[in-house]
């Protein structure tokens, strides 16, 4: 499988990956905010550099590489984890057989604020979702604060909306797949994690197929106990179950039907949903190869070598120098606190 998944020229990919410190975050911020219009918080290797307003709808993070490259996190980051060392310290074990995938996280667990992979725009920062003009929050369903995992996306993945599901006869959403890791750790927008992919849940969303990954963050001290989709049902009774609540409901708030489901509701397990993932995979591979009607998808790159749309650093540098200098955040009305009883 892995061999598969890493075929689209991995000699030219980058593998990165890590997570954030709270206390560098602040003092980095701190720091950069007196000397200048953006700064950079720091992973173990990636830097994000903010630009525009957080809370408005020019706020946008770009990703770069731990020696300054900028890179798109849709198309450049691998879909596979590879296995490092720091500091000469073993990487976390898991089973010879098991594979990890890189996950990038665009909504920390209990924040509101709809933040997404913007996949039409060049190098693909993530910014804030809108609808009709206005910034998207997911409403406060009772008694649920905001998303209750951390969301986000694997890279190198797309959901071909000319492609039907054999299964549940809706094609696919135009977005990379979507991943709720269940760990304990409250992540940040923008940060980069390995997980252990458990099961799927299939959702139909405005008749379009949204496949929802259930993971684990690998740093996670459950993440040696929880193997597949049973494992969760068995250790986090409810879990499995809010997690359907949710994503039925979320959208009900807004005025929007309950979404449905495809199994009846029922999570597929780690087999299945490893082949959904390198079947999205293929899709990726085809649409970056330019195989495939792009839809409106940009796909400028800096990494996949295979790739007509890989573009240079210096014309990189300028897609971010072009964005809005990075500036103080805008303030989020009181209403996205409210409590909605559906």
Same mark, same amino acid.
């Given at each position: 499988?892995?061999?598969?998944?890493?075929?689209?020229?991995?000699?030219?990919?980058?593998?990165?990956?890590?997570?954030?410190?709270?206390?560098?975050?602040?003092?980095?911020?701190?720091?950069?905010?007196?000397?200048?219009?953006?700064?950079?918080?720091?992973?173990?290797?990636?830097?994000?550099?903010?630009?525009?307003?957080?809370?408005?709808?020019?706020?946008?993070?770009?990703?770069?590489? %731990?020696? @300054?490259?900028? #890179?798109?996190?849709?198309?450049?980051?691998? $879909?596979?984890?590879?296995? /490092?060392? =720091?500091? &000469?310290?073993?990487?976390?074990?898991?089973?010879?057989?098991?594979?990890?995938?890189?996950?990038?996280?665009?909504?920390?667990?209990?924040?509101?604020?709809?933040?997404?992979?913007?996949?039409?725009?060049?190098?693909?920062?993530?910014?804030?979702?809108?609808?009709?003009?206005?910034?998207?929050?997911?409403?406060?369903?009772?008694?649920?604060?905001?998303?209750?995992?951390?969301?986000?996306?694997?890279?190198?993945?797309?959901?071909?909306?000319?492609?039907?599901?054999?299964?549940?006869?809706?094609?696919?959403?135009?977005?990379?797949?979507?991943?709720?890791?269940?760990?304990?750790?409250?992540? %940040?927008? @923008?940060?980069? #994690?390995?997980?252990?992919?458990?099961?799927? $849940?299939?959702?139909?969303? /405005?008749? =379009?197929? &949204?496949?929802?990954?259930?993971?684990?963050?690998?740093?996670?001290?459950?993440?040696?106990?929880?193997?597949?989709?049973?494992?969760?049902?068995?250790?986090?009774?409810?879990?499995?179950?809010?997690?359907?609540?949710?994503?039925?409901?979320?959208?009900?708030?807004?005025?929007?039907?309950?979404?449905?489901?495809?199994f009846n509701g029922e999570f597929k397990d780690k087999d299945f949903a490893v082949e959904i993932i390198k079947s999205?995979?293929?899709?990726?591979?085809?649409?970056?190869?330019?195989?495939?009607?792009?839809?409106?998808?940009?796909?400028?790159?800096?990494?996949?070598?295979?790739?007509?749309?890989?573009?240079?650093?210096?014309?990189a540098r300028e897609v971010v120098q072009s964005a809005p200098a990075f500036g103080s955040a805008h303030p989020v009305?009181?209403?996205?606190?409210?409590?909605?009883?559906?």
């Amino acid at each position: 499988m892995s061999a598969l998944m890493l075929r689209s020229s991995v000699r030219c990919l980058v593998t990165v990956f890590g997570t954030f410190s709270a206390s560098s975050r602040k003092v980095i911020a701190q720091a950069a905010a007196v000397s200048h219009q953006y700064y950079f918080r720091k992973t173990m290797h990636y830097q994000t550099e903010q630009r525009g307003h957080q809370n408005s709808p020019d706020y946008r993070l770009y990703f770069k590489t %731990s020696d @300054g490259k900028y #890179i798109s996190p849709f198309h450049d980051i691998p $879909l596979i984890a590879e296995t /490092e060392q =720091e500091n &000469d310290v073993p990487a976390k074990k898991f089973k010879k057989s098991e594979v990890l995938y890189n996950m990038v996280v665009e909504v920390p667990r209990w924040s509101n604020a709809k933040m997404e992979i913007a996949i039409k725009e060049p190098l693909n920062p993530i910014k804030q979702d809108e609808k009709k003009g206005k910034l998207r929050y997911v409403a406060n369903i009772f008694p649920h604060k905001g998303y209750i995992w951390n969301y986000g996306a694997l890279p190198q993945t797309w959901e071909d909306p000319g492609q039907k599901d054999k299964e549940t006869n809706c094609c696919g959403d135009n977005d990379p797949i979507d991943v709720c890791d269940i760990g304990t750790q409250v992540c %940040s927008t @923008g940060q980069v #994690i390995q997980v252990k992919v458990l099961g799927i $849940l299939a959702m139909i969303d /405005e008749g =379009e197929m &949204d496949w929802k990954v259930i993971a684990i963050n690998a740093e996670d001290p459950d993440a040696k106990n929880l193997n597949n989709i049973e494992d969760v049902r068995k250790n986090r009774p409810g879990h499995l179950e809010a997690t359907v609540e949710w994503f039925r409901k979320y959208k009900v708030p807004d005025g929007k039907p309950e979404n449905k489901f495809g199994f009846n509701g029922e999570f597929k397990d780690k087999d299945f949903a490893v082949e959904i993932i390198k079947s999205t995979h293929e899709h990726w591979r085809a649409l970056v190869q330019k195989q495939k009607n792009t839809g409106g998808i940009d796909c400028k790159n800096t990494l996949c070598c295979d790739s007509p749309w890989r573009c240079t650093t210096d014309e990189a540098r300028e897609v971010v120098q072009s964005a809005p200098a990075f500036g103080s955040a805008h303030p989020v009305s009181p209403e996205v606190e409210k409590w909605h009883f559906v």
